[in-house]
């Protein structure tokens, strides 16, 4: 048996393979387009692995995702593959556009296309795993119940508009098509081999550097942080029981404003590997210029996915962000090779003019 995911050279997505190579004896066809994002490095650990086939490529390319369902007949195809930063989406919406709408389309497209051809048994056990975001569900004021699956969709950036879009477009194709779909709309990631653009990552690798630590705007802007491996779990749980055509809300219970984030991650620095001068990590803190049109608070209410399927994260805030910042202590050469000047040249138009 075979799984296609999309994405699998991205943070979630490189998690999840490494993961499911772990726990499970199916191959696992990994198309990524390889964008600033996707890093081979991740992978490094399933060279010669045969149960892992990399292909790179775009979703949005009909002619490679048909040959690669033909060729290698998966039972699931598990798509991660987008552009996720929201900064980005607003220096630049196009490629979100591309990639998360167009891309999403057109590998539905080619799946449906496959999926209608096979056999009733395989056709009846197959399934497209679509992971979104709960950013999809906008913002909410301070004492709102947290977002369930039938919150209503009111995306603010255009990373959350394309991938309300994309959600959409996943829906209407088990409607209209019959398509065996599943969505999961999950809250912040971190965690390993998360890209430092991001803010945790970012944290931990200017801080390190000697380098300001930007916070947007007062810093009381709050998410809902879930450990990554926590999140593959949660996807490979609703791919083996989820009801077909549904929407499960993943998340851990970690509602957090920014400025305790770096805070805390501050505080394990100083702990882990403290600065020269005996002060506080703290002292780097700068606190910039807002983000346009920044949702003010993500939270997730996961109670379906426990009640339903069983599921719940392993790791509480404390012991993630432990084991995340001692994971970049521990993997320097890792983040020295991302820090391309792809990456050099986005610091620069991000942070000029925000005062860091
Ligand atoms: P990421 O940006 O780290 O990785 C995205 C990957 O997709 C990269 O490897 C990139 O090369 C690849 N890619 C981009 N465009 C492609 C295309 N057209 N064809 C093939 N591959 C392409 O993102 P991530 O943080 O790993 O997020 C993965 C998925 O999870 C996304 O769909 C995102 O919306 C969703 N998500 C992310 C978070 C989070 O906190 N990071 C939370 C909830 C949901
Ligand atoms: P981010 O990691 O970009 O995720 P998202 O925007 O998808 O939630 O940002 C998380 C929060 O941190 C968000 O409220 C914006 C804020 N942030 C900063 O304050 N400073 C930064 O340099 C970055 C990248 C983010």
């Given at each position: 048996?075979?799984?296609?995911?999309?994405?699998?050279?991205?943070?979630?997505?490189?998690?999840?393979?490494?993961?499911?190579?772990?726990?499970?004896?199916?191959?696992?066809?990994?198309?990524?387009?390889?964008?600033?994002?996707?890093?081979?490095?991740?992978?490094?650990?399933?060279?010669?692995?045969?149960?892992?086939?990399?292909?790179?490529?775009?979703?949005?390319?009909?002619?490679?995702?048909?040959?690669?369902?033909?060729?290698?007949?998966?039972?699931?195809?598990?798509?991660?593959?987008?552009?996720?930063?929201?900064?980005?989406?607003?220096?630049?919406?196009?490629?979100f556009i591309q990639t998360n709408i167009v891309g999403?389309?057109?590998?539905?497209?080619?799946?449906?296309?496959?999926?209608?051809?096979?056999?009733?048994?395989?056709k009846q056990g197959f399934r497209f795993l679509h992971?979104?975001?709960?950013?999809?569900?906008?913002?909410?004021?301070?004492?709102?119940?947290?977002?369930?699956?039938?919150?209503?969709?009111?995306?603010?950036?255009?990373?959350?508009?394309?991938?309300?879009?994309?959600?959409?477009?996943?829906?209407?194709?088990?409607?209209?098509?019959?398509?065996?779909?599943?969505?999961?709309?999950?809250?912040?990631?971190?965690?390993?081999?998360?890209?430092?653009?991001?803010?945790?990552?970012?944290?931990?690798?200017?801080?390190?550097?000697?380098?300001?630590?930007?916070?947007?705007?007062?810093?009381?802007?709050i998410r809902d942080w879930l450990y990554v491996k926590?999140?593959?779990?949660?996807?490979?749980?609703?791919?083996?029981?989820?009801?077909?055509?549904?929407?499960?809300?993943?998340?851990?219970?970690?509602?957090?404003?920014?400025?305790?984030?770096?805070?805390?991650?501050?505080?394990?620095?100083?702990?882990?590997?403290?600065?020269?001068?005996?002060?506080?990590?703290?002292?780097?803190?700068?606190?910039?210029?807002?983000?346009?049109?920044?949702?003010?608070?993500?939270?997730?209410?996961?109670?379906?996915?426990?009640?339903?399927?069983?599921?719940?994260?392993?790791?509480?805030?404390?012991?993630?962000?432990?084991?995340?910042?001692?994971?970049?202590?521990?993997?320097?050469?890792?983040?020295?090779?991302?820090?391309?000047?792809?990456?050099?040249?986005?610091?620069?138009?991000?942070?000029?003019?925000?005062?860091?």
């Amino acid at each position: 048996m075979t799984i296609l995911v999309t994405g699998g050279a991205g943070f979630i997505g490189a998690n999840f393979v490494l993961d499911w190579v772990d726990v499970h004896e199916e191959t696992v066809i990994n198309l990524d387009k390889l964008t600033y994002a996707g890093n081979l490095d991740t992978l490094s650990s399933l060279q010669g692995n045969t149960r892992h086939v990399f292909v790179r490529g775009d979703i949005a390319d009909s002619q490679l995702v048909k040959q690669l369902l033909t060729e290698h007949q998966p039972r699931a195809v598990i798509n991660f593959a987008a552009e996720s930063h929201v900064d980005r989406s607003i220096h630049g919406p196009e490629d979100f556009i591309q990639t998360n709408i167009v891309g999403t389309f057109r590998l539905l497209e080619e799946v449906r296309a496959y999926w209608k051809d096979l056999s009733p048994e395989a056709k009846q056990g197959f399934r497209f795993l679509h992971v979104s975001t709960d950013e999809v569900y906008g913002s909410l004021a301070p004492d709102a119940a947290a977002f369930t699956e039938t919150h209503r969709y009111e995306p603010n950036s255009p990373y959350s508009a394309s991938k309300a879009a994309s959600d959409h477009l996943v829906r209407s194709y088990h409607h209209t098509y019959g398509l065996p779909v599943l969505t999961t709309n999950c809250s912040n990631n971190y965690g390993p081999y998360h890209f430092p653009e991001k803010l945790i990552p970012l944290m931990i690798v200017n801080a390190l550097a000697g380098k300001a630590l930007p916070v947007y705007g007062d810093g009381q802007q709050i998410r809902d942080w879930l450990y990554v491996k926590d999140h593959c779990s949660a996807i490979r749980r609703v791919l083996e029981a989820g009801q077909v055509g549904e929407v499960y809300n993943v998340g851990g219970w970690n509602e957090k404003p920014n400025i305790e984030i770096v805070q805390r991650v501050c505080a394990l620095l100083d702990e882990l590997s403290p600065r020269a001068d005996g002060t506080s990590y703290n002292e780097q803190i700068s606190f910039v210029t807002d983000r346009p049109g920044h949702d003010r608070r993500y939270a997730i209410d996961a109670r379906r996915l426990e009640r339903e399927l069983g599921w719940k994260p392993a790791e509480t805030f404390e012991t993630g962000i432990r084991k995340t910042v001692q994971w970049y202590l521990a993997n320097q050469p890792w983040v020295e090779n991302v820090q391309s000047g792809n990456y050099r040249d986005w610091v620069e138009k991000n942070y000029s003019g925000r005062a860091v």
